[in-house]
């Protein structure tokens, strides 16, 4: 199986990484909104647009939710070693 790991701290990603990621759904898939960064940035999540969460996740990587995989053109986001392992063994 092909990967491609990428340490979003060390080489964040753009706009353009996160519509590729997203393709034509919504950033609300990948945007963390239980990050301690939407406290500290006083984030009003209720009012955020598409292009606004994807700006501030470009802005700041802990608004991305960890890890992120894209199988079979499905994105898992955020999930937990055992569900990823479950994933990945379908």
């Known amino acids: 199986m092909e990967f491609q790991e990428r340490d979003i701290f060390l080489n ?39 292009k606004e969460m994807i700006t ?8 991305i939710k960890r890890p992120i995989v894209i199988l079979y053109g499905v994105i898992f986001a955020g999930i937990n070693e055992a569900s990823l392992m479950e994933i990945l063994h379908k």
Request: hydrophobic share 40%; charged share 20%.
């Open 56 to 63: 501030l996740m470009s802005q700041e990587p802990r608004l």
């Open 12 to 50: 964040p990603l753009n706009a353009d990484d996160i519509l590729g990621i997203i393709g034509n759904g919504s950033a609300s898939l990948i945007f963390s909104n239980r990050s301690l960064s939407v406290r500290k940035m006083k984030i009003n999540l209720d009012s955020l647009t598409e």
